[in-house]
């Protein structure tokens, strides 16, 4: 791995943490798109490599960061620990499903969430520069 590599992981890592705490979106939107066109990785590649790598500083960092300012309460962990579980589960099942469709499916679903989501976040946004309350 050489330092273009190095620095590239890092600036992924560090952009993907950031967004992740700044405002909740999962990595897989950055870094996945990222480890594909800047590194060359597959679809496939690039998915397994963000699932891996978040695991342990999204669990731990941001968690407590909301945990201590009480936006996560003790009355949450039954439900977070509901999702977890099933989290795994269809994390497992996802990925096993993604090694059966063609890639280039694959890539389009990918591709229409994240347009969905971002069209939905611009028109839900928008309303920021006409209402100041939020």
Same mark, same amino acid.
């Given at each position: ?51 891996? &790598?978040? *695991?342990?500083?999204?669990?731990? /960092?941001?968690?407590? #960061?909301?945990?201590?300012? +009480?936006?996560? @309460? ?35 679903? &990918?591709? *229409?969430?994240?347009?969905?989501? /971002?069209?939905?976040? #611009?028109?839900?946004?928008? +309303?920021?520069? @006409?209402?100041?309350?939020?």
């Amino acid at each position: 791995m050489d330092i273009s590599t190095i620095l590239i992981i890092m600036a992924i890592g560090l952009f993907a943490g950031l967004a992740s705490g700044f405002i909740g979106i999962g990595g897989g939107i950055i870094v996945v798109p990222a480890l594909m066109y800047f590194l060359g990785y597959s679809q496939l590649s690039a998915q397994g490599m963000s699932t891996a &790598f978040m *695991l342990p500083p999204i669990g731990i /960092a941001a968690f407590f #960061v909301y945990y201590n300012n +009480g936006n996560v @309460t003790k009355s949450m962990i039954p439900y977070i620990l509901i999702m977890s579980v099933l989290f795994v589960i269809g994390a497992y099942l996802g990925s096993k499903f993604a090694l059966k469709v063609p890639v280039k499916l694959i890539k389009l679903i &990918f591709g *229409l969430l994240m347009l969905y989501v /971002a069209i939905t976040m #611009v028109v839900s946004g928008w +309303g920021y520069f @006409t209402d100041k309350s939020e």
